[in-house]
């Protein structure tokens, strides 16, 4: 089954504690990126990938890492979480189209909670 | 990105067809829109896009008025299963990211 996959979906952990969420998708798509979703703000972008080992930032970066070092997979790192990084986040890829089709694959989501 | 606005809320009857406005007076030449849908907390999905015709697929029709400055999500025959928070987003062709914003949470009623 083509899927976007996030690990894990809900993690309770403490400031400063380094922790990684990872994505993986399995269908050889180029685009992958991260997003979070707060109340209000809706989903804001954190970095996005074109494809291995390129990467960019997207609107909100600060105090996150991400990585691409193989075209499935595209962790997102946080080295020192904080409480404003509670947040639900997504993982999404996109195949590289063409006609202006740009449809995002969305993983289930990983309900981050720092206290 | 240009700017969209859609209403907060709209409720529809299981069944008929639900219509689903977006403003885009702004919206640039090269730029798509594109409309998506969050059902509760789940990660968003695709349903459709255009540029400048009307386009159809499975699940929906977009009708594009003819400056380009709004736009309709039609959902033909709604079912309790398409409540939802729906986006509408203009996307420039060579932009890497979709910019959601606050969408219309559509309530299906039976």
């Known amino acids: 089954e083509a899927q976007v996959t996030q690990n894990p979906r809900y993690l309770i952990t403490v400031t400063g504690k380094k922790l990684t969420v990872t994505c993986s998708q399995n269908m050889n798509h180029e685009y992958m990126s991260w997003y979070r979703q707060d109340p209000g703000l809706g989903l804001r972008q954190i970095y996005y990938s074109m494809n291995v080992e390129v990467t960019d930032k997207g609107d909100v970066p600060e105090g996150y890492k991400v990585s691409r070092k193989e075209k499935r997979n595209f962790p997102l790192i946080l080295e020192s979480p904080s409480p404003n990084q509670t947040s639900l986040y997504f993982c999404a890829s996109t195949p590289a189209g063409t006609s202006g089709r740009f449809e995002q694959y969305f993983g289930p989501g990983t309900r981050l909670t720092v206290t | 990105d240009a700017k969209t606005t859609q209403p907060t809320s709209m409720d529809c009857a299981e069944g008929r067809a639900a219509n689903l406005p977006c403003n885009h007076s702004?919206?640039?030449?090269?730029?798509?829109v594109y409309w998506y849908r969050q059902i509760h907390s789940q990660g968003p999905q695709y349903i459709i896009h255009g540029l400048k015709n009307n386009e159809t697929n499975e699940m929906a029709s977009l009708i594009i008025t003819e400056d380009r400055k709004s736009s309709t999500l039609i959902l033909p025959h709604a079912t309790l299963r398409d409540t939802a928070v729906y986006y509408c987003?203009?996307?420039?062709?060579?932009?890497?990211?979709?910019?959601f914003g606050a969408g219309t949470t559509v309530t299906v009623r039976a």
């Open positions: 987003i203009a996307r420039g062709f060579n932009d890497y990211k979709l910019s």
């Open positions: 702004t919206i640039s030449g090269n730029e798509y």
